[in-house]
Each structure stands twice: as C-alpha cells, then as structure tokens.
C-alpha cells in the first residue's frame, strides 16, 4: 500500500524535519517569540511554494494554509520577502507527493495549538492568530489519502515527490 511506503521510506526525513521545527520547546512550553516567527517563516514559505503545485491538481480544492501564516507573520510585525520556490515536482504524482507531506504536516496542527496555549510567554501573541488555532479547517487525512490512492499512477514518482517535500523543508530550515 502507497500510504505505508510513504511512511516508511520518508521516516528519515519527517523526525529531521519535526526536529528542526522545535517540537521540545513547544512540548516544555518554553518556546521563545523569536523561535515562534521562525517557524512561522518556515512553515510560510513551505506552505505558499506547495500551494503553487497543488493548485494543477484536477478536481483537488485546497485551503490556503499559506495565507493565515502570513497574516500571523503581519500581525508580529515580520516582513515576507521574496523567496525563490526551489521546489521542483515535474508531475501530478510528484504534487501528489507533495500533498502527502504538506496536508500530514497538518495533522498535529491542533496539538501544537494546544501546547502554545499553555506557554505563558507566547500569550498574548497566540490569542489572535491563525495558523495554529483549534477553530481553523484544514483538509481531512482521509480524504487527502483517498484523493492520494484515486490519482496516482507511479508509486515511486509520489514517493519522489514526498522526499522533495521533505528536502525543500529542510533548506527552508537552513535560511530561518
């Protein structure tokens, strides 16, 4: 099965990637504001450059993740600046790959959102945002992984496509 060879070939990659994105300091509820905007960042540009592909996917309506990050990186005070999208699928199963890692990073969204509620310095800050709230709609696991099985023809193109998810994620982590 497609879902399982996603998780096991990928592991590598998504404990590096959730390292990187302060899961410690979220869980110790020490997370600094400095640290909060950088994955903010991070998770931005991750977002908008994933989004740019998804949208060639016939018959997938998509949540622009991209655009609540960005009004929480306003509302800090944090200026976007240009970044080039270095992602590179070059077909629907490679975005299907890119799906696959964007909509599971989703998945412990809710979870992050209860933990920046319990750290005090992060208060004032969390209360008005976005991004990692409870009340946010994001796409379904299911039906990403069903959407996923429906639409794939090459296996190893969306596997592909899931470790260049990964990959970019990662440079994305060198810049901020």
């Known amino acids: 099965m497609l879902l399982d060879k996603l998780k096991t070939l990928t592991r590598?990659?998504?404990?590096?990637?959730?390292?990187?994105?302060?899961?410690?300091?979220i869980f110790a509820h020490n997370l600094s504001l400095?640290?909060?905007?950088?994955?903010?960042?991070r998770n931005?540009?991750?977002?908008?450059?994933?989004?740019?592909?998804?949208?060639?996917?016939?018959?997938?309506?998509?949540?622009?993740?991209?655009?609540?990050?960005?009004?929480?990186?306003?509302l800090l005070g944090v200026e976007i600046e240009a970044n080039k999208n270095l992602l590179?699928?070059?077909?629907?199963?490679?975005?299907?790959?890119?799906?696959?890692?964007r909509n599971g990073s989703l998945l412990g969204t809710k979870v992050i959102a209860n933990q920046l509620k319990k750290t005090e310095s992060l208060q004032d800050e969390v209360a008005q945002f976005n991004f990692y709230t409870l009340e946010t709609k994001y796409p379904?696991?299911?039906?990403?992984?069903d959407y996923i099985?429906?639409?794939?023809?090459?296996?190893?193109?969306?596997?592909e496509g899931a470790h260049n998810a990964f990959a970019y994620f990662l440079k994305l982590s060198e810049k901020f």
């Open 149 to 159: 099985n429906s639409n794939f023809k090459s296996e190893s193109d969306v596997i």
């Open 34 to 41: 400095a640290a909060y905007k950088t994955l903010l960042q």
């Open 44 to 74: 931005y540009y991750f977002h908008l450059h994933v989004e740019t592909y998804l949208e060639q996917l016939h018959g997938y309506t998509d949540t622009k993740i991209s655009e609540l990050i960005k009004l929480d990186l306003s």
């Open 12 to 25: 590598g990659q998504h404990d590096e990637a959730e390292n990187l994105n302060f899961t410690s300091e």
């Open 140 to 145: 379904s696991w299911k039906d990403t992984i």
């Open 88 to 101: 590179q699928p070059i077909n629907n199963d490679q975005i299907l790959g890119l799906l696959y890692v």
